[in-house]
Structures are given as C-alpha cells and as structure tokens.
C-alpha cells in the first residue's frame, strides 16, 4: 500500500509560481499530476517516469515542469506565470506495478487559487 501526501497548495497572483510536492511512502516509478476544477473531470497535467521521462498538458507546456528527488520519493510539480485557469485542486498519482497487476494511489489533493 502507498501514500502519498502532498503539501505546496495556496493562493497566489496571476503571473506568479508556486511548487506543489507528492512525497510517496515508497518507491513510485510513474508518478502524475491531475487538476480538477468543480463539475469537471480530473485533467492530467504533468507526469514523469523514473527520473527522465517527462510529459505535459498542451496549457502547461512551457510554464510548467515535473522533477523527482529520488531519496526522499517525492516528485515535484513546479508552476511558473500561473493564470486563473490553472485554480484547480491538484492531484498527485501514482502507478505501481507487482507481478503486472497495476495499482493507482491518489493524494488528497492540495488546492490552487491564482488571483486577479
């Protein structure tokens, strides 16, 4: 069993950045941020596989990026020139595999709030 606890969530202007971090209990190869807004689906926003394999939401690309510190299990979700439209509450998730059987491990979902 995994957890994740995610900590980095808050207020900030419009044009500004702000550092989400998921450190997981244990070892998380694959490891995923979603957002999700009231009355909408979770959006996947930003993912990074081992320590090199990274990939983004069209919004995000350029302003966001996704990084891991292997020691501590925790992976990164940093925001840079946030919009109102990144105000969402954040999700990070994890992927493990045993035996093939794959498991999916969600945190408790700091929110974000970009002000104007």
């Known amino acids: 069993q995994l957890r994740l606890v995610e900590s980095g969530g808050g207020t900030v202007e419009v044009g500004g950045s702000l550092t989400l971090s998921c450190t997981a209990s244990?070892?998380?190869?694959?490891t995923n941020w979603y957002r999700q807004t009231p009355g909408n689906e979770r959006d996947f926003v930003a993912g990074i596989i081992g320590n090199s394999g990274t990939n983004y939401a069209d919004s995000v690309k350029g302003r966001f990026s996704i990084s891991r510190d292997d020691p501590t299990n925790t992976v990164y979700l940093h925001m840079n020139n946030l919009t109102p439209e990144d105000s969402a509450t954040y999700y990070c998730?994890?992927?493990?595999?045993?035996?093939?059987?794959?498991?999916?491990?969600w945190g408790q979902g700091p929110h974000v709030t970009v002000s104007s």
């Open positions: 998730h994890a992927v493990t595999s045993t035996a093939g059987h794959y498991t999916n491990y």
């Open positions: 244990g070892r998380a190869p694959a």
